[in-house]
Nanobody, 119 residues
Framework: QVQLEESGPGLVKPSQTLSLTCTVS??????????WSWIRQPPGKGLEWMGA???????YGSPSLKSHGSIARNTSKNHFSLHPSSVTPEDTAVYYCASEYGFRGYDSWGQGTQVTVSS
């Protein structure tokens, strides 16, 4: 089973671009049929899927992320990243990364990283 670990800035100012990284160990992000997702949970709310990048580099995004942000990967470092742009305080949340084999449900999660958007 793979292990995932998120990293990020913790605090960002409104209108900035947020950069979060998920480092994967125990497996490769290019392994066939694996999908690597970003999911967030704002305070007092449920989980919200942000987007994913597939083993072959195909990206999938929520309407929000498609309009202002991106997902990328670095295969040499075996990590993938999330870059929402023009963040607002509503982007304050715990951000998680997760792995999934063939859309069969998430099998591994990171511990989550808190992001606060505030001036």
């Amino acid at each position: 089973q793979v292990q995932l670990e998120e990293s990020g800035p913790g605090l960002v100012k409104p209108s900035q671009t947020l950069s979060l990284t998920c480092t994967v160990s125990g497996g490769s992000i290019t392994s066939d049929y694996y999908y690597w997702s970003w999911i967030r949970q704002p305070p007092g709310k449920g989980l919200e899927w942000m987007g994913a990048i597939a083993y072959d580099g195909t990206t999938y995004g929520s309407p929000s992320l498609k309009s202002h942000g991106s997902i990328a990967r670095n295969t040499s470092k075996n990590h993938f990243s999330l870059h929402p742009s023009s963040v607002t305080p509503e982007d304050t949340a715990v951000y998680y990364c997760a792995s999934e084999y063939g859309f069969r449900g998430y099998d591994s999660w990171g511990q989550g990283t808190q992001v606060t958007v505030s001036s």
